[in-house]
């Protein structure tokens, strides 16, 4: 990668029909690597098209900032013609993702007797095919019952739609997978990933499920690290987070604090070893209490000094506006012009592929290439497009 400017997904097509997460950041996510993700929405938009949040335009900013990078085909999906033209796309790209609705002449099966070899790769709410979203899987995986302050009884939603971006990932590796598969056997595939299970299964591989299968019942710890010493301080002028997950992080943390032999009689006193997480856990308050008053008679900058050059890990609670303020710096971030928003910092994909340094392309405008991709991509004729355009078949109206 790093003498090939020619990125590594150049060459794949791929058609989206979808909306809200995790589709759509499966499709960009496959676009900041080179695929020409064709996003199909229906003329006018589809369901997230003014989704909060808004730029000051109007404009949702949760649309663009999902669909980075893409190209915006739009149809009458309710019509057979309109319907006819995707699928026309599918069979010309023979990678489609979708979380769509199934519409005639749409569905795998349609798509797959126009083209063998297509991968089909949808997201469903459950395994059934039954309706879900990010907020309905999280309640019932049983994780708001472990989320909020330790002494509430009610559960507590988080505001991350976590389900949503792991299934987004699922759906973008499990599409390569399929891809790939193609390459060597010449075989199409039909993937299709659950949200529920998604969330089952990050449940169960992180030991959370085995642990309540075992009779072990999880407290609500509030801001506090299950299993090691971690958790929040106030400081002079904020607030903090300090986690520990290793003898080294402890060790560091208590000679930075000038606390070593305090919690060394600590430790004697309560017959613990305080270099093994098991024990840093089970007397957090303790330690908790010990270490506060150091936090406490510091501001979040001289916190920050005097934990500098060891393996502590700390970091400021900032809130949104405190970090949007900060991007300017942030090599991540490059200035994009977003049509109906203007210009502001946004980022470029998270992965670093060699020394290549991606800059972060806008969001198409509803529509944008739906004539371009008419031509060029189906090959009708200008005079067709415009009939199309005018009947209300593909594109925004003029």
């Known amino acids: 990668m790093e003498n090939d400017a020619t990125p590594p997904l150049a060459g794949l097509r791929v058609v989206e029909l979808s909306s809200f997460v995790a589709s759509p950041l499966g499709g960009m996510t496959l676009a900041q690597l080179g695929a020409d993700v064709i996003r199909v ?17 109007g404009r949702s900013l949760y649309w663009a900032g999902l669909n980075k990078g ?4 739009t149809a009458d999906l309710r019509s057979a013609e309109g319907r006819a033209l995707v699928a026309r796309l599918a069979a010309d790209a023979g990678v489609v993702l979708t979380n769509a609705p ?18 089909h790769v949808q997201l469903l709410g459950t395994r059934e095919g039954g309706n879900a979203v990010d907020y309905t899987v999280n309640a019932a995986v049983g994780f708001p019952s472990l989320t909020g302050p330790s002494a509430s009884a009610e559960p507590s939603n988080h505001v991350m ?8 990932l699922y759906l973008a590796i499990g599409l390569l ?32 499920l085995a642990e309540a299968q075992l ?23 904020g607030r ?66 005097g934990l500098k050059g060891t393996s502590v890990l700390c970091s400021r609670y900032r809130d949104l506006a405190e ?4 991007l300017d710096d942030e090599p991540l971030m490059g200035e994009i012009d977003q049509p109906g928003i203007g210009r502001h910092l946004a980022p470029a994909s998270p992965m670093r592929l060699g020394d290549a340094v991606p800059a972060p392309e806008p969001a198409p405008e509803l529509g944008q290439h739906t004539g371009e991709i008419l031509r060029e991509v189906l090959g009708v004729p200008d005079e067709e497009v415009a009939d199309l355009r005018a009947r209300g078949v593909a594109g925004e109206p003029g």
């Open 41 to 57: 929405d229906q003329i006018g938009g589809g369901p997230d098209i003014d989704r909060w949040p808004l730029a000051p335009s």
């Open 70 to 73: 893409k190209r915006s085909f």
């Open 102 to 119: 199934p519409r005639d002449g749409l569905t795998y099966e349609a798509l797959r007797e126009a083209r063998p070899d297509l991968i």
């Open 161 to 168: 739609p976590a389900w949503d971006v792991a299934c987004g």
């Open 177 to 208: 997978a399929a891809e790939r598969h193609r390459l060597r056997t010449g075989e199409g595939t039909r993937l299709r990933v659950a949200l529920s299970d998604v969330a089952l299964a990050t449940a169960g591989n992180l030991g959370m």
């Open 215 to 237: 009779g072990q019942v999880r407290p609500r710890l509030g801001n506090h690290l299950f299993g090691d010493f971690g958790r929040d301080f106030a400081t002079a002028d």
């Open 240 to 305: 903090v987070m300090v986690a520990v997950l290793t003898a080294r992080h402890w060790r560091d943390l208590v000679a930075a604090t000038g606390l070593t032999e305090v919690a060394d009689a600590l430790e004697r006193a309560l017959g613990a070893d305080f270099r093994t997480a098991g024990d840093r856990y089970a007397y957090r308050d303790a330690l908790g209490g010990v270490l506060a008053p150091w936090f406490a008679s510091r501001t979040c900058a001289e916190v920050e000094d």
């Open 323 to 326: 970090v949007a303020a900060g």
